[in-house]
């Protein structure tokens, strides 16, 4: 694949032209469709490093390319024979700049943060230093979409207003794929990217928890650090002096929603995308796991929507899936759901969910911090990170760590008393 910047006044644009071998449909579940992507850079934002541009088109494109990237600028040297040293499918071209110094990591200590306004990007704003500067990546609206930015934009207003760096730039790159969405997992990270050099960033942070970064509640455990996923990234970060750090990656979703119920800017945080500000839409997948942690940890903020009024036909399908996407979570948000004041069909949709979970451990480990995953902090604000998230939470003893490192749901995903549980609640859910 080709790619070609072009500047126009204060905005990006960066032109995707495929090539005979690209993979334009990768999965049954997306393809490419739009042929470009822009942002629009605040004002003062110019000279950004050809290799920062390289690693955001890299972001967007990853997953369409065939044989070959040609960047929209020549790199240096270090960032093509970084970036083709984790590369399989494809290689960076050899459209390089043998004069380009490459971007070292400035020695000032200033963390960039992907803002998403949700929990658990809150959650690591809260313990994240307060030189932080969090970036939302703001999507155009083009046609008719349930998505509404508005309780992002208030808290990136409101985290300005209480002496925050904090930034919304727009961007449109989701429209490269269909169905609308992040091409890659760290597509969201773009604007930060393009924005290093202008706020001489020595890292760049994601929201990512627990239960994406080390595989609980899914089928089994992975070490994160050392894996493919966390190598990949991470090489390329470093490859234009930044550190990917991930500073949720060891605090559940049950902890983000502790981290963000007691700090200072938990006001801000809303996971809801479709919703308004302190008005969540109460029909997604989110907003079905926040509301009934919010209401099994007894949290202020906690939703008083009942199950049955959560229970949308998108949370259905994902209550439905073997396994259930975050089943610790779901897990334990269901054990502990009061059930005072239920009435009749919350208590057999709730009775129904915890036999479909039996199996799974107490999981109260999931309301501390597992403390290996500081290594994917950077070392420059890593000790302040370290002081700072225990104040929210307490650190995982051992038992609990070997727990972390032993987790694996074939047993019980394979067990035929769990099977028999996920067809009667899909019977349940049947039920006119």
Sequence with gaps: MKTEVFYEEDRMRIALIPEDDDNLVPSEKYRMFQREFSVSLPEGVK?????????????????????????????????????????????ISDYV?????????????????????????????SVMPKNTVSV?????????????????????????????????????????????????????????????DYFNASSIAFGTVLESAYGIGHERYRDYPIGAHYTFYSTLFNAVGL???????????????????????GFVAQSCIRGTMNNPCLKCWKCFRKATLGRALDLDSGSSATISSLLSREVKSKLLAYPISHENVVAFSMRRYPREEIDADDSRILDGLLERVKGISDLAFLTRWYKPSQILVHSSWREDFTHKILEFLEVMPPK?????????????LADPSTVSAHDQLEELFDEP
């Design 97 to 125: 700049d043998p004069l380009l110094s490459p971007r070292e990591q400035p020695s000032t200590s200033i963390p960039m943060l992907a803002f998403s306004g949700g929990v658990d990007s809150t959650a690591a704003l």
């Design 243 to 265: 550190h990917l750090s991930l500073p949720m990656a060891g605090v559940s979703e049950v902890g983000t929603a502790m981290i963000v119920e007691k700090s200072p800017i």
């Design 400 to 412: 609990e760590t070997s727990e972390i490192e032993s987790w694996s749901m074939a047993s019980y």
């Design 47 to 91: 000279d950004i490093h050809p290799d920062l541009v390289a690693l955001a088109t890299m972001l967007v494109v990853n997953p369409f390319v065939g044989n070959r990237l040609v960047p929209p600028l020549k790199v240096s040297s270090r960032f093509q024979i970084a970036a083709n040293s984790v590369l399989s499918r494809y290689k």
């Design 136 to 196: 939302f990546m703001d999507r155009p609206l083009k046609g008719k979409s349930l998505y509404n930015p508005q309780a992002a934009h208030l808290a990136v207003e409101s985290l300005k207003e209480i002496g925050y760096v904090s930034e919304s730039v727009q961007c449109d790159l989701e429209y490269v794929r269909h169905p609308v969405g992040f091409p890659t997992d760290l597509s969201n990270g773009v604007p930060a990217l393009l924005l290093a």
